[in-house]
């Protein structure tokens, strides 16, 4: 039980468009998903969190007119990548939180994404 | 601002060997602390959760130990083997922000 997916696994764009990329919970229902970045060698950043039905909240330093997030239903998040720059290339994970504040996360397998 | 640390940063060692990676956290209110793995290129699979009221917990050759008032866990690995190269991330979920701040990550190599 309690897994996340995400998709595409791997995506290569060009500099100036946008790029999206969906994250699951198949088994169950995410009243919440977070969305982190991953750079090389690097450890994991939160750059927002989603709750389903309402806007998301993103860290200090993120921009939100870039990383657009939109939690439409109970198993789907989207983070769509505007105007897309080489600087933007990295690794997108998402997780869901199976229950109310506190809860565990289960994490997707990630997205890695390059901008040439 | 609670930051993670996680020490060493890399680690090679012959398979067989019992191993201990360490991670630090400046702030003691901590909801819980969780172990994960990450292979190169794919995301994380979790090891073990630890809350703040326990002093550790076990799965398999995995024993993770948390002193929470001094900021410090530990994951010790037994009887290592390749299968465990990988990864390592601690992350520390503090009380009032419910939010998951991730270590710097242990990089594990295990040689035959």
């Known amino acids: 039980g309690a897994v996340v997916s995400q998709h595409p696994s791997r995506v290569i764009c060009k500099s100036g468009t946008s790029v999206k990329i969906e994250c699951r919970s198949l088994d169950f229902q995410a009243t919440t998903m977070f969305w982190y970045r991953q750079f090389p060698k690097k450890s994991l950043m939160l750059m927002a969190t989603?709750?389903?039905?309402?806007?998301?909240?993103?860290e200090q330093g993120v921009e939100k007119d870039k990383f657009l997030i939109n939690h439409a239903s109970l198993t789907l998040s989207t983070l769509t990548v505007t105007s897309a720059h080489p600087e933007d290339s990295s690794f997108y994970i998402c997780?869901?939180?199976?229950?109310?504040?506190?809860?565990?996360?289960?994490f997707g397998p990630g997205t890695r994404l390059t901008v040439t | 601002k609670q930051e993670v640390t996680q020490i060493p940063a890399a680690l090679s060692v012959p398979e067989g060997e019992n191993l201990v990676l360490n991670c630090s956290f400046t702030d003691s209110a901590i909801y819980n602390l969780q172990w994960f793995r990450q292979d190169p290129g794919k995301g994380l699979t979790s090891l073990l959760l630890i809350q703040s009221s326990q002093r550790e917990q076990t799965s398999g050759r995995l024993n993770a130990s948390l002193d929470k008032s001094s900021g410090r866990s530990t994951l010790y690995i037994a009887a290592s083997q390749p299968g465990d190269s990988a990864t390592y991330l601690c992350a520390v979920r503090t009380d009032n922000t419910d939010k998951l701040i991730f270590g710097t990550g242990t990089r594990l190599q295990v040689f035959p």
């Open positions: 989603s709750n389903e039905g309402s806007k998301a909240t993103y």
């Open positions: 997780s869901a939180r199976t229950g109310p504040r506190h809860y565990e996360q289960y």
